[in-house]
């Protein structure tokens, strides 16, 4: 299945996780990052997403799925480990509209979350379209030996000239040039102190 490539801007927005168990807790520290607001809804909840019930991070309710419980919600996930109760999650979550990844069934639903290795500001996100998810961590992981937070730092250097260019009213196409050649020369930098890769 062709997916789409896409950053959101989460802040703010509500994001509810049906489940709280460890999948439910790996999502839950990704969007708590990006400062979602997160809503759990689970029967029962893992010691480490009970630990956040009284840090205002996260809100928990322990008891049944209901519809209701997806009111105002940007995002849904569906992460029980109960297939018809995904299932349910997933249909209504579609019926209103709203954005739906299943944990137990990653093509059932509208996306999935890829493997993220961040570098300051560079997200590198690798996918498999929820196909094999473990093979995209491995595959981050892999990369993650040969960019090393140095990259973020390039990052702000090159966002600092792009700013600079921008103020000086020059050319888009110029301003590109510029920017190309410099991340060329800091990257080409980097990787003579590399090995190359295997």
Known sequence: MSTLALNIQMHGKLVVIIGGGTVALRKLRTLVATGAIVRVVALEVCPEIDALKDSGIVAIRVGAYM?????????????????????????????????????????????????????????????????????????RDCVAGYIGSEYGVIVEQIA???????????????????????ANRLISELTERKEPLP
Request: with cysteine.
């Open 67 to 139: 519809a209701s419980d997806l009111d105002n919600a940007f995002l849904v996930i569906a992460a029980t480990n109960d297939p018809m109760i995904n299932e349910q999650v997933r249909v209504e979550a579609q019926r209103r509209g709203i954005m739906v990844a299943v944990a137990d069934n990653p093509s059932a639903g509208d996306c999935t979350f890829p493997a993220i290795l961040q570098r300051g500001d560079l997200d590198i996100a690798v996918s498999t379209g929820g196909r094999c998810p473990t093979f995209a961590v491995d595959v």
């Open 160 to 182: 600092a000239e792009r700013e600079k260019l921008l103020t000086n009213g020059s050319s888009s196409t110029y301003n590109t040039q510029v920017l190309r050649s410099l």
